[in-house]
């Protein structure tokens, strides 16, 4: 994976502190904790392009969206601990007719923390492949 952001525009950013919770027995951040920050980032990005999960997650309803982690792989690079204050930065690195590959990046002032690349796919009500709508796809490419 590659340390540095590939979108063209600025990434989506979120912030997130650590807390107690989030830590492990050496004060250190736990590795799902991690999973975490990032999928809070990933539901703030989606947020910020009109897309409110609540509103769209009624599954019995002809216009269900939901959006599934399909595939996650991350780079733990440095430790975080209690207290910090990090910035997750969500680009869009691909966009095919139902899924988002994504590039997150945990960042702590100037530190990569960590890095993971998740592809998400866009599912209907009942669970299969959609394809993304095209006002949503505009704003991803737009991201690119």
Avoid: C, N
């Avoid at 609540?54 to 430790?79: C, G, I, N």
């Avoid at 204050?85 to 680009?91: D, F, I, N, P, R």
């Amino acid at each position: 994976m590659s340390s540095a952001p590939t979108s063209r525009t600025a990434p989506h950013t979120h912030t997130v502190r650590v807390y107690w919770e989030d830590t492990d027995a050496g004060g250190i951040v736990y590795h799902a904790s991690h999973i975490r920050f990032f999928e809070r980032g990933r539901t703030e990005l989606l947020r910020s392009l009109g897309v409110r999960q609540s509103a769209t997650a009624d599954r019995s309803a002809d216009d269900a969206l939901l959006f599934t982690v399909r595939r996650m792989e991350v780079d733990y690079l440095k430790p975080a601990v209690l207290d910090d204050l990090l910035t997750v930065e969500t680009s869009v690195k691909d966009l095919g007719g139902s899924r988002v590959t994504l590039l997150q990046r945990l960042v702590r002032g100037d530190d990569l923390v960590a890095e993971a690349v998740v592809v998400v796919v866009a599912v209907g009500g009942v669970g299969r492949p959609k394809r993304i709508p095209p006002e949503l796809r505009s704003r991803f490419v737009a991201m690119q």
